[in-house]
């Protein structure tokens, strides 16, 4: 029961997070392909906001990863997606899992400067 109201709250705070983030789209670029990297398992993200438009390499097999060793040659394939409001994109993107859960309060510390307790998850 716990474990699910913390959830909830994190959730609840990088919406937030998400929704302050798209009216100073210049301090949160790094944000917005942080979420969009996580959620697509992309290895490489660039956002248009003027076109409105996502270009990434999505990661084919996360076993060719190695993250303790300089990857050079990752089997990834282009996407280019397009999207009419970036905060709908990132709030879409939004998982409920541990994993994502653990990485959500992750950047909240990082971008909102929030030291929560997270370590119920």
């Known amino acids: 029961m716990e474990n699910?109201?913390?959830g909830t709250k994190i959730l609840i705070e990088i919406e937030r997070l998400i929704l302050n983030s798209c009216s100073t789209k210049k301090k949160s670029r790094e944000l917005h392909k942080a979420i969009l990297k996580k959620y697509y398992n992309a290895a490489d993200i660039t956002i248009d906001y003027k076109r409105n438009r996502?270009?990434?390499?999505?990661?084919?097999?996360?076993?060719?990863?190695?993250?303790?060793?300089?990857?050079?040659?990752?089997?990834?394939?282009?996407?280019?997606?397009?999207f009419k409001s970036i905060c709908n994109l990132l709030r879409s993107?939004?998982?409920q899992d541990v994993k994502s859960l653990a990485f959500y309060a992750r950047l909240l510390r990082d971008y909102?400067?929030?030291?929560?307790t997270y370590m119920a998850i």
């Open 93 to 95: 993107c939004l998982e």
């Open 54 to 82: 996502v270009t990434m390499d999505i990661v084919i097999d996360d076993q060719d990863y190695s993250h303790s060793k300089v990857n050079t040659v990752i089997a990834t394939v282009p996407m280019n997606l397009s």
């Open 4 to 6: 699910s109201r913390l």
């Open 112 to 116: 909102a400067n929030k030291d929560v």
